[in-house]
Protein backbone atom coordinates (compact mmCIF):
# COMPACT_ATOMS: atom_id res chain seq x y z
CA UNK A 1 0.00 0.00 0.00
CA UNK A 2 1.56 3.56 -0.91
CA UNK A 3 1.60 6.43 1.85
CA UNK A 4 1.45 9.32 0.14
CA UNK A 5 -0.10 8.58 -3.47
CA UNK A 6 -0.38 11.75 -5.86
CA UNK A 7 -2.31 11.34 -9.04
CA UNK A 8 -1.48 11.82 -12.19
CA UNK A 9 2.41 10.98 -12.39
CA UNK A 10 2.77 12.98 -15.39
CA UNK A 11 0.15 16.12 -16.57
CA UNK A 12 1.11 17.85 -20.23
CA UNK A 13 -1.27 20.73 -20.96
CA UNK A 14 -1.44 24.48 -22.41
CA UNK A 15 -1.10 28.01 -20.92
CA UNK A 16 -4.74 28.90 -19.51
CA UNK A 17 -6.00 25.69 -19.34
CA UNK A 18 -7.21 24.61 -15.23
CA UNK A 19 -6.09 21.77 -13.64
CA UNK A 20 -5.99 19.66 -10.48
CA UNK A 21 -3.29 17.47 -8.83
CA UNK A 22 -4.54 15.14 -6.36
CA UNK A 23 -3.04 13.46 -3.19
CA UNK A 24 -4.35 11.05 -0.31
CA UNK A 25 -2.39 9.58 2.59
CA UNK A 26 -3.31 6.37 4.73
CA UNK A 27 -1.35 7.16 7.45
CA UNK A 28 -3.87 9.02 9.68
CA UNK A 29 -1.10 12.28 10.29
CA UNK A 30 -2.40 14.94 10.89
CA UNK A 31 -0.88 17.47 8.02
CA UNK A 32 -0.26 17.46 4.62
CA UNK A 33 1.65 19.47 2.23
CA UNK A 34 2.53 20.36 -1.61
CA UNK A 35 5.53 21.73 -2.49
CA UNK A 36 7.19 22.70 -5.63
CA UNK A 37 10.27 21.32 -6.79
CA UNK A 38 11.83 23.98 -9.78
CA UNK A 39 14.43 22.90 -12.37
CA UNK A 40 16.96 22.87 -10.36
CA UNK A 41 15.87 21.19 -7.90
CA UNK A 42 15.05 23.68 -5.32
CA UNK A 43 11.78 22.31 -2.74
CA UNK A 44 9.95 25.36 -1.54
CA UNK A 45 7.05 24.63 0.01
CA UNK A 46 3.82 25.74 -1.01
CA UNK A 47 0.81 24.96 1.22
CA UNK A 48 -0.25 23.16 4.68
CA UNK A 49 -3.01 21.58 5.79
CA UNK A 50 -3.73 20.68 9.77
CA UNK A 51 -6.82 19.24 10.31
CA UNK A 52 -8.38 21.07 7.43
CA UNK A 53 -6.97 24.44 8.34
CA UNK A 54 -4.64 25.66 6.21
CA UNK A 55 -1.94 27.14 7.81
CA UNK A 56 0.99 27.95 5.51
CA UNK A 57 1.18 29.49 2.61
CA UNK A 58 4.17 30.77 0.90
CA UNK A 59 3.33 33.82 -1.30
CA UNK A 60 2.24 31.25 -4.12
CA UNK A 61 0.15 33.48 -6.48
CA UNK A 62 -3.70 32.72 -5.97
CA UNK A 63 -3.97 30.78 -8.93
CA UNK A 64 -3.32 28.15 -6.50
CA UNK A 65 -5.54 26.54 -4.15
CA UNK A 66 -5.28 23.57 -2.19
CA UNK A 67 -8.53 21.94 -1.27
CA UNK A 68 -8.78 19.12 1.54
CA UNK A 69 -12.25 17.10 1.29
CA UNK A 70 -11.23 15.65 4.86
CA UNK A 71 -7.76 14.78 6.44
CA UNK A 72 -6.65 12.31 4.41
CA UNK A 73 -6.73 14.57 1.31
CA UNK A 74 -5.62 17.53 0.06
CA UNK A 75 -5.48 18.65 -3.63
CA UNK A 76 -3.81 21.20 -5.70
CA UNK A 77 -6.06 23.03 -8.30
CA UNK A 78 -4.28 25.54 -10.71
CA UNK A 79 -6.32 27.91 -12.72
CA UNK A 80 -4.67 29.80 -15.62
CA UNK A 81 -1.42 27.94 -16.15
CA UNK A 82 1.48 29.66 -16.88
CA UNK A 83 4.85 28.55 -18.38
CA UNK A 84 6.49 29.35 -15.37
CA UNK A 85 3.98 26.66 -13.55
CA UNK A 86 5.92 23.68 -14.94
CA UNK A 87 7.85 21.95 -12.05
CA UNK A 88 7.57 18.95 -9.97
CA UNK A 89 5.03 18.71 -7.58
CA UNK A 90 5.36 16.82 -4.14
CA UNK A 91 2.56 16.16 -1.53
CA UNK A 92 3.80 15.02 2.07
CA UNK A 93 1.91 14.51 5.08
CA UNK A 94 3.43 14.20 8.62
CA UNK A 95 2.10 13.46 12.01
CA UNK A 96 4.26 16.02 14.66
CA UNK A 97 7.98 16.11 14.51
CA UNK A 98 8.27 12.68 12.79
CA UNK A 99 9.68 14.39 9.34
CA UNK A 100 7.96 13.96 6.44
CA UNK A 101 6.48 11.11 3.86
CA UNK A 102 6.47 12.37 0.11
CA UNK A 103 4.77 11.21 -2.80
CA UNK A 104 6.23 9.90 -6.02
CA UNK A 105 5.51 13.87 -7.25
CA UNK A 106 3.86 14.64 -10.45
CA UNK A 107 5.71 16.21 -13.19
CA UNK A 108 3.39 19.45 -14.52
CA UNK A 109 4.59 20.78 -18.32
CA UNK A 110 2.66 23.98 -19.33
CA UNK A 111 3.10 24.34 -23.24
CA UNK B 1 12.61 31.81 10.55
CA UNK B 2 14.95 28.71 10.30
CA UNK B 3 17.16 28.64 7.45
CA UNK B 4 19.74 25.30 5.59
CA UNK B 5 22.61 25.97 3.45
CA UNK B 6 23.98 23.02 1.14
CA UNK B 7 27.24 24.04 0.13
CA UNK B 8 28.02 21.63 -2.36
CA UNK B 9 25.77 21.24 -5.33
CA UNK B 10 27.53 18.39 -7.08
CA UNK B 11 29.85 15.77 -5.35
CA UNK B 12 31.56 13.08 -7.28
CA UNK B 13 33.23 9.94 -5.36
CA UNK B 14 34.47 6.71 -6.49
CA UNK B 15 32.68 3.64 -5.55
CA UNK B 16 33.99 2.52 -2.22
CA UNK B 17 35.15 5.57 -1.19
CA UNK B 18 33.72 7.32 1.91
CA UNK B 19 31.25 9.95 1.63
CA UNK B 20 30.73 13.33 3.29
CA UNK B 21 27.56 15.88 2.31
CA UNK B 22 27.84 19.35 4.15
CA UNK B 23 24.98 21.02 5.98
CA UNK B 24 24.63 24.15 8.03
CA UNK B 25 21.60 25.40 9.26
CA UNK B 26 20.63 28.74 10.81
CA UNK B 27 18.33 28.58 13.92
CA UNK B 28 17.98 30.36 17.23
CA UNK B 29 17.24 26.97 18.96
CA UNK B 30 17.98 23.21 18.73
CA UNK B 31 16.29 22.12 15.66
CA UNK B 32 15.16 19.13 14.50
CA UNK B 33 17.20 18.11 11.54
CA UNK B 34 16.77 15.41 8.64
CA UNK B 35 18.08 14.38 5.90
CA UNK B 36 16.33 12.87 2.49
CA UNK B 37 17.49 11.32 -0.54
CA UNK B 38 15.62 11.32 -4.10
CA UNK B 39 16.57 9.22 -6.81
CA UNK B 40 15.96 10.23 -10.46
CA UNK B 41 11.99 10.29 -10.90
CA UNK B 42 11.24 9.76 -7.45
CA UNK B 43 9.78 11.18 -4.14
CA UNK B 44 12.20 12.32 -1.28
CA UNK B 45 12.85 9.68 1.33
CA UNK B 46 13.71 9.83 5.05
CA UNK B 47 17.63 8.93 5.61
CA UNK B 48 17.55 9.77 9.11
CA UNK B 49 16.66 12.31 11.60
CA UNK B 50 18.17 14.48 14.72
CA UNK B 51 15.57 15.70 17.75
CA UNK B 52 17.59 15.63 20.10
CA UNK B 53 20.11 13.21 22.79
CA UNK B 54 23.11 11.47 20.82
CA UNK B 55 24.27 13.85 18.42
CA UNK B 56 25.59 10.86 15.98
CA UNK B 57 22.32 9.11 14.15
CA UNK B 58 22.31 6.45 12.95
CA UNK B 59 19.96 5.96 9.48
CA UNK B 60 18.83 3.75 6.37
CA UNK B 61 21.06 2.36 3.71
CA UNK B 62 24.30 2.48 5.96
CA UNK B 63 24.42 6.61 6.50
CA UNK B 64 24.94 8.40 9.36
CA UNK B 65 24.94 12.25 10.48
CA UNK B 66 26.56 14.09 13.47
CA UNK B 67 25.22 17.13 15.10
CA UNK B 68 27.84 20.22 15.82
CA UNK B 69 26.16 22.53 17.67
CA UNK B 70 29.33 24.40 17.45
CA UNK B 71 29.27 24.31 13.92
CA UNK B 72 25.86 24.37 12.87
CA UNK B 73 26.56 21.49 10.94
CA UNK B 74 24.14 17.99 10.09
CA UNK B 75 26.62 16.14 7.99
CA UNK B 76 25.88 13.32 6.39
CA UNK B 77 28.42 10.54 5.94
CA UNK B 78 29.12 6.65 4.79
CA UNK B 79 31.75 4.86 5.23
CA UNK B 80 32.08 3.17 1.77
CA UNK B 81 29.69 4.14 -1.04
CA UNK B 82 27.67 2.19 -3.37
CA UNK B 83 26.92 2.91 -7.34
CA UNK B 84 23.10 2.75 -5.66
CA UNK B 85 23.70 5.97 -3.94
CA UNK B 86 23.88 8.16 -6.59
CA UNK B 87 21.05 10.50 -6.28
CA UNK B 88 19.96 14.11 -5.08
CA UNK B 89 20.21 14.76 -0.91
CA UNK B 90 18.75 17.29 0.90
CA UNK B 91 19.01 18.76 3.93
CA UNK B 92 15.86 19.82 6.12
CA UNK B 93 15.52 21.76 9.46
CA UNK B 94 12.18 22.05 11.22
CA UNK B 95 11.32 24.19 14.20
CA UNK B 96 11.74 22.49 17.19
CA UNK B 97 7.65 23.19 18.43
CA UNK B 98 6.24 23.73 14.60
CA UNK B 99 7.44 21.05 12.62
CA UNK B 100 4.66 22.11 10.20
CA UNK B 101 7.31 24.54 8.72
CA UNK B 102 10.49 22.61 7.29
CA UNK B 103 12.68 23.99 4.87
CA UNK B 104 14.81 22.46 2.78
CA UNK B 105 18.50 22.88 1.51
CA UNK B 106 18.94 23.22 -2.48
CA UNK B 107 20.12 19.77 -2.81
CA UNK B 108 23.36 17.98 -2.98
CA UNK B 109 23.58 15.83 -6.48
CA UNK B 110 25.76 12.86 -5.79
CA UNK B 111 27.56 10.78 -8.65
CA UNK B 112 29.49 7.43 -8.23
CA UNK B 113 32.29 6.65 -10.54
CA UNK B 114 33.14 2.95 -11.43
Known amino acids: DTAVSQTPKYLVTQMGNDKSIKCEQNLGHDTMYWYKQDSKKFLKIMFSYNNKELIINETVPNRFSPKSPDKAHLNLHINSLELGDSAVYFC??????????FGSGTRLTVV | AQSVTQPDIHITVSEGASLELRCNYSYGATPYLFWYVQSPGQGLQLLLK??????LVQGIKGFEAEFKRSQSSFNLRKPSVHWSDAAEYFC????????????FGAGTRLTVKP
Open chain 2, 50 to 55: YFSGDT
Open chain 1, 92 to 101: ASSQDRFGYT
Open chain 2, 92 to 103: AVGERYNNNDMR
